[in-house]
Every structure is written in C-alpha cells, then in structure tokens.
C-alpha cells in the first residue's frame, strides 16, 4: 500500500518539475533572460548568453520528456510502473547532472591564479 502511495507522489512532482523546466527554457529562448543560466551559487556566469543554448536544450529536452511521460501515464496508461518510474527517475538525474556540468564548465574548475611579476609581488598588489 505505501508504494502505491510514493508512486502517486512522485507523478504528482513530475507537473510541478516539467513546468520550471519548460518555463526556463521559454524564459532563455523567447525572453532571452539569462539569468537562470548555468548557475553556481545562485550566480550566473559573466559570459551567460554563451552557455544559454545549451541550458535551453537541457530543459527543454528533460520537460518534455516529463510531459511525455505525464501523457502516457494519466492519458493514455501506456506505460506500466516500473517503466515510467525508470524513465522519469533517469531524466530527472541526467538533467540535473548535466546542468551542473554545464554551470560548472561555465564558472571554471577552479579559482583563478594570479601571475606573479618579477619581484615576487602578483600583479594585483602592484
């Protein structure tokens, strides 16, 4: 009985997940707001419209994916459980992984070194 109620939770949190995702996109391709894009942090990267492209398809593709499998299990009870479940449960961990590769490769992997002149001193304290 409790696995049936976890079910049902967890295709009523695929509206609310399918909605954001579809919203950021038409909010990076139509407003063209980017400050959604590539976020680490809660900041977006200084150079955003170049990775928007990619954010835009990575929450498109996962929306309608969502979609996709909110319409064949309320509509048309195409897919049994254990494959809705396997479908929806993969697009939702390979979304955020690779949002958080793309805001991660957008940011950098690591802090910036400062180049040291001559003397010793980096050229910020000069």
């Known amino acids: 009985m409790s696995i049936y109620i976890f079910n049902w939770l967890f295709l009523l949190a695929l509206f609310p997940v399918a909605f954001f995702w579809l919203r950021r996109a038409w909010r990076i ?68 992984f690779a949002s958080f590769a793309l805001s991660r490769q957008a940011h950098g992997l690591g802090a910036a070194r400062k180049k040291k002149g001559k003397d010793g001193e980096s050229a910020a304290e000069s």
């Open 29 to 96: 391709f139509f407003r063209r707001d980017f400050s959604e894009v590539a976020l680490k942090k809660g900041m977006p990267p200084p150079n955003a419209e170049r990775y928007a492209p990619y954010e835009m398809i990575i929450n498109l593709l996962g929306g309608i994916v969502m979609v996709g499998v909110l319409v064949a299990v309320l509509g048309f009870q195409a897919l049994e459980r254990d494959d809705w479940v396997a479908v929806a449960g993969s697009t939702l961990w390979i979304k955020l």
